[in-house]
């Protein structure tokens, strides 16, 4: 690869003896992993049901490398959202978080939503998560990913760090800043990023990053831990913005993260009065672990764990659960409607706290159920993923070698012996999405966006 001549002179300033392995790591392959997601199904169960083969990720315990000749996003069971495609080094950020169910979690550079999901697994379906992204092109992106995932407690918003930091200060418990950086980490993997690195200098990053790490420290509670990562080596913008975060945040210390082997420490001597707390940090090398590179800090707040309460959504903001949405729980779903209703327009959200999203752009402000149309309820394909065959009066469930399944996530419609009526379809027993029978015949309901091609 044709590197700068000054990110060399630099790269081997830092390594000195490790540089030319550094260098020889750009002509290995660049490694594929997937990530189990928990909330449908175990790391092991996932391995098992897979055709292909896996290996485990030493930093993740839900993670696996696969053959780069595997395209698993091909594969039923990735539609089913039984695990997500990511980067083996990303992993690492969420992994190193402990996230408690009931915990509160707001992840602020968080497209295309590969942390969200990961914490939304790990809370288990409780608590919150507010993903965030300032980017609308790239929140498109994420809102299909946390609903493939089915993560049903999500909220999506499109919005600046500091507009969130002015709403919800001290409510978070976790606060997750995979911050815009220089990219250095992606080189092997994206030649794009070298072009990318050349118009973003670190001095730029390094601004972006200080004002997003002093929003997540207002978001998050006394207690409370703040995940700080980036994709790149340079020190300005992973021990630097760290060691100055500390210096007007006193009320801040490093915690010690638990680093499989091949993960470095952090280099508090590549750095201008570094303190050695800085040791604590992680960083993931391409010629030292099977992925690309990476930073990591965890950084906990003073206090006893003690988050803020929102104040109390008034009245005028719930909405009376129309007869429409009841009617369809009633004839297809088997459990009762909840009162944690909101409706925008015709579109109907389950809340998953009393979040006071008012004038804030958001994507998503809960779990999407559908759409009221008239004398009618249309359910949602977000909704259909959070399901299980038990939920629902009517399905039908296709094994995994049955052509249909093929045919139904191309979108085409077949012959199935089901009772008419709106059908949740299923692969081995995990949702896949909706479709409306009539007379032996299913009319497909699977959205056009999400199909496969």
């Excluded at 490694?31 to 049901?49: F, G, M, V």
């Excluded at 998050?220 to 630097?240: D, K, L, M, R, W």
């Excluded at 809340?351 to 999203?357: K, V």
Aim: hydrophobic share 35%; proline share 5%; charged share 30%.
């Amino acid at each position: 690869m044709n590197l700068p001549q000054n990110y060399m002179k630099k790269m081997k300033e830092l390594l000195k003896d490790e540089f030319e392995d550094y260098i020889k790591s750009f002509d290995e392959k660049n490694y594929q992993a997937i990530r189990a997601n928990t909330l449908k199904i175990s790391p092991h169960k996932l391995k098992e049901s897979l055709n292909f083969e896996l290996e485990p990720i030493d930093w993740c315990e839900e993670g696996f490398y696969y053959n780069s000749d595997i395209r698993p996003a091909k594969h039923p069971y990735y539609y089913a959202g039984l695990f997500y495609i990511q980067e083996p080094s990303a992993m690492s950020t969420a992994a190193a978080l402990e996230i408690n169910e009931g915990d509160r979690i707001a992840d602020l550079c968080a497209a295309p939503g590969g942390k969200s999901t990961h914490a939304a697994a790990k809370l288990k379906g409780s608590g919150v998560i507010l993903s965030n992204d300032i980017s609308a092109s790239r929140c498109r992106a994420l809102v299909k990913n946390i609903e493939l995932c089915s993560a049903g407690n999500a909220v999506i918003t499109n919005e600046s760090p500091e507009r969130l930091a002015e709403r919800f200060e001290g409510f978070f418990t976790k606060v997750i800043a995979d911050a815009p950086c220089s990219g250095e980490g992606m080189f092997r993997k994206d030649p794009d990023a070298v072009k990318s690195w050349q118009d973003h200098k670190s001095e730029q990053c390094q601004i972006l990053q200080r004002e997003i790490l002093n929003s997540a420290a207002r978001l998050v509670c006394p207690g409370g831990i703040i995940a700080y990562s980036t994709c790149t080596f340079a020190p300005a913008e992973n021990e630097q913005t760290i060691n100055d975060f500390l210096d007007t945040h006193p009320e801040f210390k490093i915690l010690d993260i638990n680093k499989a082997k091949g993960v470095c420490d952090g280099r508090p001597d590549w750095i201008e009065n570094g303190r050695s707390e800085l040791k604590k940090c992680a960083r993931l090398w391409p010629h030292k672990i099977k992925g690309e590179g990476h930073f990591l800090a965890l950084l906990q707040k003073d206090g006893e764990l003690e988050p803020r309460d929102m104040p109390k959504i008034s009245a005028a903001y719930k909405n009376k659960i129309p007869q429409d949405l009841y009617s369809f729980f009633r004839d297809y779903i088997n459990f009762e409607i909840s009162d944690d209703i909101e409706i925008h327009s015709n579109s109907v959200f389950k809340i998953p706290q009393a979040l006071d999203l008012s004038r804030l752009r958001t994507a998503r402000s809960g779990l999407y159920l559908g759409e009221l149309k008239k004398n009618r309820f249309e359910p949602s394909q977000a909704f259909a993923m959070t399901l299980k065959k038990e939920n629902v009066k009517n399905s039908v469930d296709f094994k995994l070698d049955d052509e249909r399944v093929l045919r139904y996530l191309k979108g085409e419609s077949f012959e199935a012996n089901v009772d008419d009526g709106w059908c949740l379809v299923l692969v081995d027993g995990y949702a896949l999405g909706w479709g409306k029978a009539k007379n032996g015949r299913l009319k497909n309901k699977y959205p056009s966006g999400w199909r496969m091609q």
